[in-house]
C-alpha cells in the first residue's frame, strides 16, 4: 500500500505496512517540532461522535484547527438520527453540501463498511468503531513507543485487561505484530478474544510485569459487558488479581514503559499514583494523539489535493 495516494480514508489498520506507520510517525514528529502546512482553499470538517468521547473528539478538533480547518457542528442528540434516519443518509447529506472530511465515531462494528461501499467524494476517518478499530489511538501508540525506543523489532509488549471489548487491543496487536513486536496479551480470561489469540500469547499479568518493555492496560469497558459481569469485580480485588499496583510496578524492568489509551479508572486497572508517575507515558500518548491526526487528516488532505505545493 503506498500511503499518500491511497489515504482517501482511514478506517483500519489492517493494510498497513512498516512503511506506512513510520511516515506517519515521522509526519506526526514534525508537527511537533513546528511544520505547517497551507491548505489551497477553505477545507470543511464534521466530527461525528455517536459515543461519548474527550480525548479523540478534542484532539481531532485541536487537529483540525492547527491546519486551518473549518468545523461544522454535530451533535448526535439533536441530528436528524434522532428521528431514525440512517448514518449513510446523514454522511450523504455532508458530502452533498461538499464537506470534505468526516470523522466518526460509532457503536457499530464496522459501520464505515457501507460509507466506503458508496463511493462518497467526503473523506471518511474511524475514530474508534465499536470493539472494532481504533486507528488514530493506535497510530499516536506506534509514535510514543517509537519515541521511547526507536524500534518495534523484537519489543515485548502486554496489553493488560479488558481485550474482548477493546478497539484498541485490536488494532495495536494488528500493528504491533507487523512491526516485529512481540505481543502478550493479559487479564481475565473470559474477556480474552478468541480472534486476537493468532496475535499474541495470554499469560498472567504476574508473569510479564519483569519481560516486557510496555506495559499496556486497558480499562473495563462497562457500556459493552454484561452488568453482572462486571459486578464480580469489585475495584480493589481487580487491581490485586489483573492491575498494575505498586508491588507489580517495582518488578518491572528499569526503561520499561506504563501505557493507557484512557480514560483511566485510577485504582482499578492502574493504581493512581502510577497514572503520573515517571513510568506513565499516558499524557504523552495524548499529546502525540494530536499531531498524529494531524498527520493522519494532512495525508487526506493531500490524497484530495488541498495542500499548497503538497508534502515536502
Not at 465499536?130 to 509514535?143: A, V
Not at 523489532?153 to 513486536?181: E, P, T
Not at 490485586?240 to 528499569?254: D, I, V
Amino acid at each position: 500500500m503506498d500511503t499518500l495516494m491511497n489515504m482517501h480514508d482511514l478506517t483500519t489498520v489492517e493494510d498497513f505496512n512498516e512503511e506506512d506507520v513510520l511516515h506517519k510517525i515521522h509526519l506526526a514528529e514534525e508537527f511537533k517540532n513546528g511544520k505547517s502546512v497551507e491548505l489551497v482553499r477553505p477545507v470543511y470538517a464534521m466530527n461525528l461522535f455517536f459515543e461519548n468521547s474527550t480525548r479523540t473528539h478534542t484532539s481531532f478538533e485541536m487537529a483540525e484547527n492547527r491546519l486551518g480547518m473549518k468545523l461544522l457542528e454535530f451533535e448526535a442528540q439533536t441530528s436528524s438520527v434522532t428521528k431514525g434516519e440512517s448514518l449513510l443518509d446523514t454522511v450523504k447529506t455532508i458530502d452533498a453540501i461538499q464537506a470534505d472530511i468526516a470523522v466518526i465515531r460509532h457503536p457499530q462494528n464496522d459501520y464505515y463498511k457501507q460509507l466506503l461501499d458508496a463511493n462518497l467524494e467526503i473523506s471518511v476517518i474511524n475514530a474508534g468503531d465499536g470493539s472494532g478499530q481504533h486507528p488514530s489511538q493506535s497510530l499516536l501508540d506506534m509514535m510514543t513507543i517509537y519515541e521511547e525506543f526507536q524500534r518495534f523489532d523484537g519489543l515485548k509488549i502486554a496489553i493488560a485487561g479488558d481485550i474482548s471489548h477493546s478497539r484498541v487491543a485490536r488494532s495495536n496487536a494488528m500493528l504491533l505484530n507487523k512491526l516485529g513486536a512481540k505481543v502478550y496479551f493479559a487479564g481475565p480470561e473470559e474477556w480474552m478474544a478468541e480472534d486476537l489469540e493468532e496475535y499474541g500469547t495470554f499469560l498472567p499479568i504476574d508473569e510479564l510485569v519483569d519481560q516486557v518493555d510496555v506495559m499496556m492496560l486497558l480499562r473495563i469497558q462497562r457500556e459493552r459487558i454484561d452488568e453482572n459481569a462486571v459486578i464480580q469485580f469489585q475495584p480493589h480485588e481487580y487491581l490485586q488479581k489483573y492491575g498494575l499496583n505498586f508491588a507489580r510496578a517495582e518488578r518491572m524492568k528499569p526503561e520499561a514503559i506504563i501505557m493507557h489509551p484512557a480514560p483511566v479508572n485510577r485504582g482499578i486497572e492502574i493504581e493512581s499514583s502510577l497514572v503520573d508517575g515517571k513510568r506513565s507515558r499516558i499524557f504523552k500518548q495524548m499529546t502525540n494523539g494530536m499531531y498524529m491526526r494531524m498527520a493522519i487528516l494532512t495525508d487526506v488532505l493531500e490524497s484530495k489535493g488541498l495542500i499548497r505545493g503538497g508534502l515536502n
